[in-house]
Nanobody
């Protein structure tokens, strides 16, 4: 599976961004998808996941501010990020998982700063 993220950028605290991840090379609707992030000097951490039937799960730190969604017709998963905080600054990675197979995107930088 090839994953390509886009839609990161720089935004002021309180702002919004909506990165997306386009997938190819698999039957997208069969893949569980997720967003992870890695800040400088920290380990990669889970942000949100969405199953094949669109059940979602969020990290406590983003619940109520971020929304993950998928469009199987476009082979794309989105992460709507609202009320962004400086602590959300990180490289955001897309993840696809099918049984024991897993793929990662190259990452997109999100910077929250005034």
């Amino acid at each position: 599976v090839q994953l390509v993220e886009s839609g990161g950028g720089m935004v002021q605290p309180g702002g919004s961004l909506r990165p997306s991840c386009s997938a190819s090379g698999s039957i997208f609707r069969n893949d569980a998808m997720g967003w992870y992030r890695q800040a400088p000097g920290k380990q990669r951490e889970l942000v949100a996941t969405i199953t094949t039937d669109s059940s979602t799960n969020y990290a406590v730190s983003v619940k109520g501010r971020f929304t993950i969604s998928r469009d199987n017709a476009k082979n794309t998963v989105y992460l709507q990020m609202n009320s962004l905080e400086p602590e959300d600054t990180a490289v955001y990675y897309c993840n696809a998982r099918y049984v024991v197979f897993e793929s990662w995107g190259q990452g997109t930088q999100v910077t929250v700063s005034s």
